[in-house]
């Protein structure tokens, strides 16, 4: 911190220069617009100065990678120890097909799984539901039964990687698959290392895989939680995500409140259920986006960072350092992607992949050129991962801690970014929590909101989206597009009906029935879930017990 | 296709085409309800108001499962705001309503205020004809819902049904007049949220001071959305529906209704008959030589309408 | 007279992805159309249950979930079969190239994908709509 007197030298220094070269060179060469923002509305200033930082203390706010509040990052070295986990998101087709191209990620470099499913094992639908007809293996894996999900880890050693499941509604059933592999493979709970996203609150926002109510999944992600807790120590019990709420059109501001808000919520929700904060705050993690503005999105992730340290320490009187740290996976944003030019995406993956990496990630996955196109083949996930391995490898971006604290304007909008979040996640508080938040839909057309402003200014030319409204060529429409075979509905649904009539159904009957006593009382929902998968009960078996005793959430729409 | 004779087989489809004909003013509409008006009269019409977001349509939704599966049909207008700048709107109402979409007993339609004021929709009164026509047992309106005084619902339906929802307090307090004159129920939805018993608690004593009729409306309460204290409502209905028919109440009602109705016609063909005796031209040439003052507006406002004023005394 | 286009913006299928249907459905209100969206989740059955009901002129369907060779030309043949064949269907979404041809022959008479301006889908529903005067 520098002392009043030279802070009020460097202001009147400034503003000479403003009245001087400034007006000088504007009045000959006016800048490029009137007024410079980000898309969270933060005014960018000409040039930041030591005058931007005035109220900053740094051992208070910035302080030391690996110590509280955590601004620099949650490890004392970063990735000079280790690089982030480097994981694309992958899945479609069977279990077979999403095998095979697990094996071959993992075989050239990847360190971690990401596995996509489809929408009806998302939505708790086996593949032979009517709903299902023309989802399966579309968009991911099909996965209904303990069957498909030891095929889709044949081979791959459960003890050795780490998995994440982007699953959300049903986690709790995937989850419990993953431990019935594991012991089939004789690896125990203990031993086992991954996440399940298990955010549901986002679903309701922004990505639209519910199935239940807000109470009873709240209730089924804090018996996870505790399930976890004792069990499968290693595991991360929930990604808190922003992820798709910025995707779904969210500004970064809203982002980082949002997400936030979405673990206060979560938190609050385990501590009324009788769990110590301690106990299960430092599995919680999260998921951010990371989209183009270079600067903003490495303050975001730094301001997230700080916020919810403060948030563990102060307002939930964590104890355990654990618990303050804001562990998180980014994705690339996908929705900054374009159809047309598509080679341009990866210089924009690029630099949104270096934002996560100056930002602090703990792993990454970077999208696919041909992201607006369908889903990515192999030769673009290729040079998807390459690119996390370049900036690893190669940039030295990844040799120092945090390498851009200390810049004026970063520093600036670190500050600006973690003052806004504060003031949503203020009046989302006031509102009664997120939960009432989007129960009213004021969430929700917050993000509508954000997401029209940036479609008419993209419109207007105001946003310049290279390729796509300046500098357009004519293009040949794109060839080599992935395409999944169509017969995977009917191999899943032959596999259904083999798995039906061999399985012992009397087992599978009991155990549903103990899902249904379960679900209706308050036991923990886990271990009977985990019975009645390793009785080869399908997911939408389980799903529909849950259903008849859970009900079904209906989506809350204001636009 | 033949539409006088698809609403006489049931044909939902020429009920909706007739629907946005007559929303749009066709003559060819009005001459076929001209024709079939004898048909009305059988239909029970039940408002559904209240302030924005207490659940109108999902109470209504659900409401409207209910008397199907008594196996009575349903026909359901949902008003909604239109735009006065863009004349646009998103009709937002049928959302609430996806569990009906598919069942054949219940028919919906959402409509677009387009300037109407008052709380329902230009074409809802006929809208409302034409779905009696069809051979509607019960039409629920829902109102725009837009927090202001929505009178017009209490001159058009026969069991007017007020919802409210806890923590409206101040808004309860600043409607209290009017609503306490157009609700025949009053439903505190939303009944899972704290604070509904004090609500319903609230009404109830405002209603006390509001003894004008023999009909002491029911306070009720409802968690519309998981379907809980739905058959109380209906019972309260059912129930307002028989002391208006045995009080005779039913039929001066609807006879003031109908009086509203032709007069509310008589406006808007006065107004039409304005507008075609009147060119645009001319119509801004008043509007010009009032800007300047050369005339003033109550005498153009004679002026105008002087070509009609002589038809009619004619 | 002059009345608005109305027009059910729907999401077929289990996809979730309703940015785009929120967007084009604000931007048809803004272009004067009355706008009925359906929310997720929608079965053909109910779309077209909801477009006969509401008659509405324009069925806009969005979908990004790669189900749309298989729902988009049951809307259509729905609508046909239920003797609503009269309305102008369209649609948006991830949809690759080579299957627009497809959809075509099914009877949707346009395909909008990624990058296109509301305008240009506004533009196209204006000109190809039957709203009689
Ligand atoms: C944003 C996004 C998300 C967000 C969605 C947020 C939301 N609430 O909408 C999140 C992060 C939640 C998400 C999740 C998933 N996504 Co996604 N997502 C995207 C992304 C990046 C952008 C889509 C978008 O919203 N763009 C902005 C809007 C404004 O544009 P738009 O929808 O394209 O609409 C424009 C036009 O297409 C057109 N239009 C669209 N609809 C209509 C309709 C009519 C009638 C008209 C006239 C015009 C029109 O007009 C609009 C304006 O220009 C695309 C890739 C891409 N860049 O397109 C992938 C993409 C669509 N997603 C994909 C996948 C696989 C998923 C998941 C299913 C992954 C998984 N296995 O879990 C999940 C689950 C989602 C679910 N529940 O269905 C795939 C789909 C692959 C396919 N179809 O073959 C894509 C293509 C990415 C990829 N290459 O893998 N996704
Ligand atoms: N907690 C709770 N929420 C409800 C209940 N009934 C409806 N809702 C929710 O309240 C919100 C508004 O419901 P609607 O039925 O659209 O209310 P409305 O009065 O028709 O709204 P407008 O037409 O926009 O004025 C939705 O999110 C519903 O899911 C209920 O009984 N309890
Ligand atoms: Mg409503």
């Given amino acids: 911190m520098l002392s009043k007197d030279e802070i009020d030298k460097i202001k009147r220094a400034r503003e000479e220069w403003e009245e001087k070269s400034v007006s000088k060179t504007i009045s000959r060469f006016p800048e490029r617009k009137p007024k410079f923002a980000t898309d ?40 000079r120890g280790r690089f982030w986990t480097m994981r694309q998101y992958a899945g479609f087709g069977d279990a077979e097909e999403s095998n095979v ?63 994440s499941m982007t699953i959300n509604a049903p986690a709790a059933i995937l989850l419990a698959m993953y431990i019935a592999v594991a012991e089939k493979q004789g690896v125990p709970m203990d031993k086992l290392d991954g996440t399940i996203q298990n955010d549901i609150l986002k679903e309701y926002v922004a990505r639209g895989t519910y199935i239940f109510p807000p109470a009873p999944s709240m209730r089924l992600i804090t018996d996870i939680f505790e399930f976890c807790s004792k069990n499968v120590p290693n595991w ?99 929705s900054t992607l374009t159809a047309q030019q598509p080679d341009n995406n990866i210089v924009r993956v690029t630099l949104q992949a270096l934002e996560a990496v100056l930002g602090g990630t703990q792993s990454l996955h970077t999208n696919s050129r041909d992201e607006a196109l369908s889903l990515p083949t192999e030769d673009s996930v290729r040079i998807a991962l390459r690119t996390q391995q370049i900036i690893a490898y190669e940039s030295g971006a990844a040799d120092t801690v945090d ?22 996640i203020k009046k989302i508080d006031d509102l009664g929590g997120a939960p009432k938040a989007i ?121 | 296709m033949d539409i006088k004779k698809g609403i006489i087989d049931g044909d939902r489809i ?72 863009t004349g646009g709107a998103i009709l937002g109402d049928r959302i609430r309503m996806q569990e009906l979409f598919t069942d054949p007993n219940i028919f919906i339609r959402s409509m677009g205020s387009r300037g109407h004021l008052g709380g329902l929709s230009r074409g809802t009164r006929v809208a409302v004809r034409i779905m009696d026509i069809f051979g509607m047992d019960y039409i629920f309106i829902e109102t725009v819902g837009v927090g202001q005084s929505e009178v017009e619902i209490a001159d058009t339906a026969d069991t007017t049904i007020m919802v409210l929802a806890p923590g409206l307090g101040d808004d309860i307090q600043a409607m209290k007049a009017g609503i306490m004159e157009i609700g025949d129920i009053f439903v505190v939805n939303k009944a899972d949220r704290e604070g509904a018993e004090k609500t319903a608690r609230e009404i109830d004593t405002m209603l006390d001071f509001n003894e004008k009729s023999t009909w002491r409306p029911k306070v009720i309460m409802t968690v519309a959305q998981d379907n809980k204290g739905i058959n109380d409502v209906l019972h309260a209905i059912e129930e307002h529906m028989k002391y208006i028919k045995d009080s005779g109440i039913f039929a001066s009602k609807r006879k003031e209704h109908i009086k509203e109705e032709i007069l509310e016609l008589a406006t808007q063909n006065i107004m039409s008959e304005i507008m075609t005796g009147l060119s645009k031209e001319e119509l801004l040439g008043i509007v010009d030589k009032v800007a300047k003052r050369e005339i003033d507006p109550y005498s153009a406002s004679i002026d105008i309408i002087k070509p009609i004023k002589g038809g009619i005394q004619k | 007279m002059d009345r608005p286009i109305r027009v059910l913006v729907a999401k077929p299928g289990l996809d979730g992805h309703d940015r785009g249907a929120k967007v084009i459905a604000r931007a048809f209100r803004d272009a004067g159309m009355e ?21 509405v002129d324009v069925v806009a369907l969005s979908i990004l979930s790669g189900a749309h060779n298989t729902l988009l030309p049951k809307v259509v043949q729905l609508l046909k079969e239920k003797g609503a064949g009269d309305k102008l269907v369209v649609g948006g979404g991830v949809i690759p190239p080579d299957d627009i041809p497809y959809l075509k022959s099914q009877g949707i008479a346009e395909i909008f994908t990624p990058g296109t301006p509301t305008s240009e889908s506004i533009e196209f529903i204006k000109s190809h709509v039957r709203v009689e005067a």
């Fill in chain 3, 35 to 55: 706008v009925i969206y359906t929310g997720l989740r929608q079965t053909p059955e109910q779309i077209v249950e909801a477009a006969i009901q509401e008659d």
């Fill in chain 1, 439 to 559: 129960e009213k839909g004021y969430i929700q057309k917050e993000i509508q909101d954000a997401a029209y402003e940036y479609q008419k200014a993209v419109e207007s030319g105001e946003i310049v989206v290279v390729g796509m409204n300046k500098f357009q060529i004519e293009e040949e429409p794109p060839k080599n597009l992935l395409k999944v075979d169509p017969a995977v509905a009917e191999k899943q649904k032959a596999r259904l009906a083999r798995l039906k009539s061999e399985r012992d159904n009397n087992r599978v009957k009991e155990a549903l029935s103990g899902v249904e006593k379960a679900a209706k009382g308050e036991e923990n929902l886990m271990p009977y879930i985990i019975e009645a998968v390793k009785a080869y009960a399908t997911l939408g078996e389980v799903c529909d017990v849950l259903r008849s005793v859970f009900g079904v959430y209906q989506e809350s729409v204001i636009l």
């Fill in chain 1, 40 to 79: 969270s509305g933060i005014v960018v200033k000409r040039v930041y100065t030591p005058e931007d930082l005035q109220g900053q203390d740094y051992l208070n706010d910035i302080g030391f990678p690996g110590e509280y509040p955590y601004t620099r990052g949650v490890q004392p070295t970063m990735y």
């Fill in chain 1, 236 to 334: 991360n019990t929930i990604s808190i995500s922003g992820y798709h709420i910025r995707e779904a059109g969210a500004t970064a501001v809203q982002e980082v409140a949002f997400t936030l808000a979405d673990g206060i919520a979560y938190v609050d929700a385990a501590i009324k259920a009788g769990l110590d904060v301690d106990e299960f705050a430092p599995r919680l993690s999260f998921f951010f986006n990371a989209h183009n503005n270079l600067f903003q999105e490495v303050a975001k992730f730094r301001a997230a960072r700080r916020l919810w340290a403060k948030i563990m320490k102060e307002r939930f009187n964590a104890k355990n350092p654990k618990s303050w740290q804001l562990r998180f996976h980014t994705q690339t944003g996908g």
């Fill in chain 1, 101 to 163: 191209r697990y094996k071959y990620l993992l075989s050239q470099g990847q360190t971690g799984l990401s596995i996509a499913f489809d929408l009806p094992t998302q939505i708790g639908y086996d593949s032979d539901h009517p709903l299902a007809e023309g989802e399966v293996g579309k968009v991911g894996v099909a996965i209904s039964s303990l069957a498909d999900m030891e095929v889709l880890f044949d081979g791959i050693p459960l003890d050795k990687v780490s998995t």
């Fill in chain 2, 14 to 85: 020429a009920l909706a085409k007739l629907i946005t004909m007559a929303e749009d003013g066709k003559k060819e509409a009005m001459d076929i309800i001209k024709e079939l008006y004898h048909r009305t009269g059988n239909a029970y019409l039940i408002g559904i108001t209240g302030p924005p977001g207490v659940g109108k349509s999902t109470l209504t939704a659900k409401l409207a499962r209910a008397y199907s599966g008594l196996g009575k049909k349903i026909g359901i207008i949902a008003c909604d705001p239109t735009s006065p700048y």
């Fill in chain 1, 403 to 424: 390498p851009l604290a200390g810049s004026y304007y970063v520093e600036a909008l670190t500050d600006e970014i973690e003052k806004r979040a504060m003031e949503y």
